[in-house]
């Protein structure tokens, strides 16, 4: 078996946290202490009030899809053998706009998708870093 | 009355030869461009005093190359502006303001570009890892590394399509409405007529977006000429004035997090760009609206006030109204999408030929006002012309 070839993220002091927290299976994202406003991606101070003082909280990880590509056609020698691959663009619980771009994993190709469906995160190992990712959330009804 | 402290005036326009084939030198192309501007100004390189350019990657030669090429004795204001901005419109966009605040007198700006700049297609060698912002899109498959932004308008074409419940025959009526007017411009790349099937069946770049949702990758290259509209009188054309102008940003400026997710900074960039303006949307004869993807158009319509949000199609309706002889004539040289891909002074410039009555086949009857805009989501700009 090959090795994935997919591109790795490269945590930072601003960014460290999120990705250690995704190593231990949990969805991670810092606050600020001044608006206490979630904020993603992690940067050096809050867009909402320029704080810079934040918290890490763990969010539910629950959200619903903002929006969703298919990717078929390889952008990147990385991800040819990733194809075809979801983009998704998902809206967490915990705060209106708050969005974080992840994959679609757990679904065959051909699964309907809509935006507005629910979705929960899960996580993938990539070589050394653990990614979040998203996938449909169980039905209730 | 211009909205600048100094008013300005477009004197000159002008262009290369535009190829789909061939690689035509980026030296040649811009020299072309550049002395085919000076030249519809009635002006020589001795004339001018600042030269901006609007570089997307390193083919085009830079502001102090041309000014060498053109016998520029010596330039007051110049540079080459990287593709962070507004497209190709920022290099306009900042000889308007040098112009104006007096830092130069008589300015060239240009953009010239080859088909391999911008993607075309095809998987770039790229990094195995990625630190900065990028680090929380290139590991998920979009960004920078990633196919640019192409990702990203597919989420914004689906999303707006979700969020309005429409159908994908809205940015539809944006491609074939581009190739109608193409049929009549010469200069076009595209110039045969596509019907809603043609792009219904176009094959998916990244779906939902479609390629004939994007522009087309040409070789060539634009200029124009900028000076005072006092200076404007005395020379070839009839001036066409730089009424207003504005770049915008939106809030919380980003590509995937921008906080209005579907417009970016177009709200913010008509809306500063109306209140600025001696004239209103009413009064506009002509659009000419940045299409490097349909979504933007459709983003700009809106933006401009010509219908609400999401109600792009019911305002369109069959496309008749932004073709010629519509009451609203959008992209008259065929945009990026069948013109060719120049970036945003190719709008500039296509408004001003019809502000001068120059376009023949596809002149707008008795056009006295234009609006252009460039660029899209964290990079726009527009701008408000008239005819004196």
Same mark, same amino acid.
């Given at each position: ?16 946290? /999120? ?28 867009? /909402? ?26 952008? /990147? ?65 | ?32 461009? @550049? ?52 497209? %190709? ?26 088909? @391999? ?26 960004? +920078? ?66 390629? +004939? ?19 404007? *009188? ?5 001036? *066409? ?50 299409? #490097? ?11 401009? &006030?010509?219908? &609400?949000?999401?109600?792009? #199609?019911?305002?369109? #309706? ?6 010629? %002889? ?37 002149? *707008? ?24």
């Amino acid at each position: 078996m090959s090795a994935d070839r997919r591109p790795r993220p490269e945590p930072d002091s601003i960014t460290k946290f /999120h990705w250690d927290a995704a190593a231990d299976r949990r969805l991670m994202l810092h606050r600020c202490r001044s608006c206490s406003r979630f904020q993603y991606p992690p940067d050096v101070t809050c867009v /909402h009030c320029q704080g810079e003082v934040f918290e890490h909280v763990e969010v539910s990880g629950r959200g619903t899809i903002y929006s969703y590509a298919l990717v078929e056609r390889p952008l /990147h020698t990385g991800f040819v053998d990733a194809l075809p691959y979801i983009v998704l663009l998902v809206e967490l619980v915990e705060q209106p706009g708050l969005r974080i771009l992840t994959n679609l994993v757990g679904a065959s190709p051909g699964t309907p998708l809509a935006c507005g469906m629910p979705v929960e995160v899960d996580f993938e190992d990539r070589g050394p870093v653990t990614l979040p990712q998203f996938r449909l959330a169980p039905t209730t009804s | 009355m211009s909205s600048l402290s100094r008013s300005v005036a477009i004197v000159g326009v002008g262009y290369s030869e535009l190829t789909r084939a061939g690689e035509p030198n980026p030296r040649s192309l811009t020299l072309a461009a @550049a002395k085919a501007a000076l030249q519809d100004a009635g002006l020589n390189g001795t004339d001018l005093d600042g030269i901006f350019e609007y570089k997307f990657g390193p083919e085009s030669p830079g502001a102090q190359e041309v000014a060498r090429l053109l016998g520029v004795p010596d330039l007051a204001a110049f540079a080459d502006i990287f593709p962070t901005g507004p497209s %190709g419109l920022a290099s306009a966009l900042v000889g308007v303001m040098a112009v104006a605040s007096g830092a130069c007198e008589t300015v060239l700006v240009f953009r010239c570009l080859t088909r @391999a700049a911008g993607y075309q297609g095809g998987a770039a060698e790229g990094p195995e890892t990625v630190g900065g912002h990028e680090q929380f899109l290139t590991p998920y498959g979009s960004g +920078l590394y990633v196919g640019g932004i192409l990702v990203d308008v597919a989420l914004k074409k689906r999303r707006w399509m979700a969020e309005y419940s429409r159908p994908e025959e809205d940015f539809g009526r944006i491609a074939v409405n581009a190739r109608r007017w193409a049929v009549r411009n010469p200069r076009a790349v595209l110039r045969d007529e596509l019907t809603m099937d043609d792009y219904l069946s176009s094959r998916t770049i990244v779906e939902p977006l479609r390629l +004939l949702d994007c522009d087309y990758p040409i070789s060539g290259a634009v200029a124009t000429v900028i000076t005072t509209a006092e200076r404007a *009188v005395d020379l070839r054309q009839r001036p *066409v004035v730089v009424d207003a102008m504005t770049y915008a940003t939106g809030k919380g400026a980003d590509w995937t997090f921008d906080t209005d997710f579907l417009y970016g900074g177009t709200f913010d960039c008509a809306e500063r760009l109306w209140r600025r303006s001696s004239v209103t949307l009413e009064d506009v004869d002509v659009a000419q609206l940045y299409d #490097g993807f349909t979504p933007v158009t459709v983003s700009w319509l809106e933006a401009l &006030g010509v219908c &609400g949000r999401g109600e792009f #199609g019911d305002w369109v #309706g069959d496309g008749t109204r932004i073709g010629p %002889g519509g009451d609203f004539p959008l992209n008259t040289a065929g945009g990026q999408l069948a013109e060719g891909r120049l970036h945003g002074i190719s709008f500039l410039n296509e408004a001003v030929l019809q502000l001068r009555g120059q376009c023949e086949d596809r002149q *707008v009857p008795d056009a006295k006002v234009a609006v252009v805009t460039s660029g899209l989501y964290p990079q726009c700009s527009a701008m408000v012309l008239t005819a004196e």
